[in-house]
């Protein structure tokens, strides 16, 4: 039954990982003002308005590049910051989050995708009252997903069909109206036949939702459902501040979880990844000019890789600075 779901190939990979990895993010949700700067996250921590950072000296004889994505974009919407192409061009190798070059593996994938499901035999019906597992089997059957292709999965891979506006089955192709950021670097690191990584595998970021017992999984998709409109409003406010290119307040925003969003597991989801990250980059940057690809909240704050990068003696200079 889980072929059916993914059987298209630009969906049946990318689309599910990235999505995925947008909830390691961006699933929390916020009410709180974020419109001035300065928050416990961001404090004392001034960032330049720039998603594209050039990384240079502890040793390193040329400079590799960062840039922050976000997973997925409207087309209207979607914009190559001043400096960008260029980067790209400029650097040897590509890294992401993960290894895209996986993605394409479809039997590799087929068998990391059984790890979405439950252990123990354990299905949604299992963690819900009669009443609350209705209300998400009717979700569901509403945008057309059937509750027999989803009752085992983990309850947070799910969230991301909670709004209602996700159209099931759809991919990145060239007449979506979403696009990616991730799969549009893909798409140049194959044509300027650049070799592409990763700086974790599929399977730890798989792992990383093992860390949130299912029960919470559970309520998270509940108020995910229930606030469906809010998120919306909120993602609109994400792809804004996207725009903007402001780090500080997109980690402002996203430190700033009310209940039933990530709040409690931003060390194993957000923190702890960056941290690893850092002594990978460290080797790759050794080796090779790289850029680096990575969702847009692991830059900005303290602990943010910008900051990690800094400790280690690291320069980095913003490219592409919003602000004259």
């Not at 072929?3 to 190939?9: D, G, M, Q, T, V």
């Not at 993605?103 to 009252?129: E, H, P, Q, R, V």
């Not at 949130?212 to 998120?231: C, F, N, R, V, W």
Request: net charge negative; aromatic share 12%; hydrophobic share 40%.
């Amino acid at each position: 039954m889980i072929n059916k779901l993914f059987s298209n190939h630009k969906w049946s990979a990318y689309t599910f990982f990235m999505l995925i990895s947008g909830l390691l993010i961006v699933s929390c949700k916020s009410t709180k003002d974020i419109s001035q700067k300065g928050t416990q996250s961001a404090e004392n921590y001034e960032w330049a308005d720039a998603l594209l950072w050039k990384i240079e000296g502890h040793g390193l004889t040329a400079p590799s590049y960062l840039f922050g994505t976000i997973h997925m974009i409207e087309k209207e919407s979607f914009f190559w910051p001043k400096g960008t192409l260029a980067a790209f061009e400029d650097a040897e190798k590509v890294a992401f989050e993960i290894d895209m070059d996986e993605m394409s593996d479809m039997g590799a994938m087929m068998g990391i995708m059984t790890k979405a499901f439950m252990a123990d035999g354990k299905t949604l019906k299992d963690l819900y009252s009669e009443e609350d597992y209705a209300f998400v089997k009717g979700h569901l059957e509403k945008m057309g997903i059937p509750m027999m292709l989803m009752e085992r999965l983990k309850p947070m891979f799910l969230t991301v069909f909670a709004s209602g506006d996700m159209e099931f089955g759809q991919g990145f192709g060239a007449d979506s109206d979403i696009k990616s950021y991730e799969m549009e670097f893909w798409d140049l690191a194959k044509e300027s036949n650049k070799e592409v990584s990763g700086l974790e595998t599929i399977e730890f970021q798989m792992s990383v939702f093992d860390s949130i017992p299912y029960e919470a999984q559970a309520e998270m998709l509940i108020e995910s459902i229930k606030t469906g409109d809010e998120e919306d409003d909120t993602f609109k406010e994400m792809i804004e501040l996207y725009k903007q290119q402001d780090i500080n307040k997109m980690i402002t925003f996203m430190s700033e979880a009310e209940e039933g969003g990530i709040e409690g597991y931003e060390d194993v989801l957000l923190y702890t990844r960056n941290k690893n990250w850092i002594p990978i980059m460290a080797e790759k940057m050794k080796a090779h000019k790289t850029f680096f690809a990575v969702g847009a909240g692991h830059l900005g704050g303290k602990n943010g890789v910008i900051d990690l990068l800094k400790k280690e003696g690291y320069k980095l200079t913003p490219l592409s600075h919003t602000q004259s």
